[in-house]
């Protein structure tokens, strides 16, 4: 089922200053790299780990697209376990935690949304009406799981209690990152134009969110700005805060962005040329975690001061795109992509 949708919303802006189910593999506990960020090597061949997340026993869980497994990583015994997805191929990529032992995750070669089971390691897969590619992230709001299709410009949701599902078609952008609001909102960018989608996850109304150009970052030279002009947004992963603001890393202008729903504005916060922003996750204490590409690095911003802080892997070359943040545990961890690694910052107890 596909329906169309969309009204725009105004927007103000304003400059800021700153292989089959069950299978499952154990692997023997894993190596590391010392240093300010662990590095765990994952122990099968052409390991890509893409999205992690944590589930409620603190074990970390990662999809690994190129292997078309689920991964998990237990930091307390640093074992290893691998799950074949159930359709071959179906190189799983997005993925998100229930809280209630489940994890999600979308197979983006298959059209489908599949739920590991943390504890049996059963996987469940459901089929979405009408796709056959493209289902890219997740987010989970008023009792749906709410996904993006890049690939068939479109998103949907799907009902874990009976496997009902919807498909909206949105030919005017591909929705590519999703994040829940804190107030029964969903939320998905554009990945080819500047646009917000926010659905009302009570109603499943859903209105846009048209980002204007923004004028050159604050923190260019003078010479700089002569020849830099006003730079339409170029979007790749996005995150909500505890107050509601939309974090997204602006990949292509050196910037992570800032929209707040509550007054419609538009915030920038500049980084240095080249940073090339990609993952980004908001933590339950309002620290805006985020990947600089160049140097590789992860940025801890808190948006109340503007100080930053930054932890660099051992491996420089490795792309992050996703971040998973274990506060309870005092834990941050990272995909690395290209390395075939996990990540793991452990952050110093409360004082």
Known sequence: MRRQLGFPILLIITAATAATAGCSRAMKPAGFVEGAVQEFVIPWQGAFPSDVAVDTAGVLWFTDRLQHRIGSFDARTRRFRSYDTPTKKSAPYGLIADGAGGLWFTESRAGRIG?????????????LPGVTRGPHHLAISGGRIWFSLRE?????WLNPATGEAQVTSTPFMQPYA?????????WQSGFD?????????RTLAADTVHLPVLPPPSNLTPAQLRYAGPRTIVMRRMSTDPAGRVWITDFRNNRVVSFD?????LREHPLPRGAAPYGITADANGIIWYHETSPSQIVALDPATGSRRAWQPATRSASIRDIAIDVKRGRVWLPLSDAGRIGLITLPAPK
């Open 152 to 156: 068939s410009r479109g998103y949907g």
């Open 178 to 186: 999703v994040a829940a609001g804190n107030d029964s909102t969903v």
């Open 193 to 201: 134009a500047a646009i917000l989608l926010v659905i009302n996850t």
């Open 115 to 127: 739920r590991i089971d943390a504890r049996t390691g059963k996987i469940r897969e459901y089929v």
């Open 261 to 265: 729903p509550a007054d419609a504005t």
